[in-house]
């Protein structure tokens, strides 16, 4: 069977949100360094080289708003969906103190080819989903982990990320504010911009709503916390939506 980059999970929902995870999940394909980094399980299985549960979040959110969800098929170590082509942590080459070993003296043409094998055939799937419709809305998941090396614990439970499109995070915030258990995160542990990452390129070039969240991913570890804070999000979601009036 042929490597797939991607996978389309309910792609005839007829919801106008559209869930997408560009670190979904930590699969190194064949065709790249022979299926691995040179990096250990234990890494393989870090934040370094997908966002953990994530993938399960996206697939329970997408069900429950009955949306549409795409999801990469490769590591953020592989190539990284979400930065821009021209990015230079595109591929990095270490990551939170783990040196990538297949990824020392990657050049601009094996760059170009894990562009073609992987990058470009999602954005190019993901960019046909948004298109479906003229009202899409891009919902993107990610999680982030508790603690970096050599820094303090983060003390956000979720987040939510924007750049200069606020309309739907705005309200987005304001909903999950209002949840007295949660401590919310402003664009943060992250800025919401990067030029070129996926939001730019399929919600802000093309004035489409959108939001980014982040879950701490030690909260969304197990299917059955990804369901939970599905079923938490998705009517949080949806009146942020409709308080956005967009």
């Not at 005839?12 to 040179?38: K, Q």
Request: glycine letters at 6%; one cysteine or more; charged letters at 25%.
């Amino acid at each position: 069977m042929a490597y797939q980059p991607f996978f389309v999970i309910g792609g005839d929902r007829p919801s106008r949100w559209l869930v997408t995870c560009d670190h979904a999940a930590n699969t190194v394909p064949d065709e790249v360094a022979g299926g691995t980094l040179g990096l250990s399980d234990a890494d393989m299985h870090r934040h370094i080289a997908y966002d953990v549960g994530a993938a399960g979040l996206a697939s329970a959110l997408a069900e429950a708003l009955d949306a549409p969800a795409i999801l990469s098929n490769f590591s953020r170590l592989v190539i990284d969906p979400n930065r821009g082509e021209d990015d230079p942590t595109l591929v990095m080459k270490l990551y939170d103190g783990s040196i990538v070993p297949a990824n020392r003296h990657a050049d601009a043409a094996e760059v170009e080819r894990r562009k073609a094998l992987c990058y470009r055939p999602y954005h190019a799937a993901l960019e046909q989903l948004a298109a479906r419709r003229e009202d899409t809305v891009i919902l993107s998941i990610h999680s982030f982990t508790r603690q970096l090396q050599g820094r303090p614990p983060r003390p956000w439970q979720v987040a939510v990320l924007y750049a200069g499109d606020d309309r739907l995070a705005r309200p987005t915030l304001a909903r999950l504010n209002a949840e007295a258990d949660l401590c919310v995160g402003d664009n943060q542990p992250y800025t919401g911009h990067l030029p070129g990452d996926a939001i730019d390129r399929h919600a802000l070039t093309h004035g489409r709503p959108n939001v980014l969240i982040e879950l701490r991913n030690d909260l969304i570890r197990q299917e059955a916390e990804q369901r939970a804070w599905s079923r938490r999000l998705a009517p949080l979601l949806d009146a942020a939506l409709a308080d956005s009036q967009l």
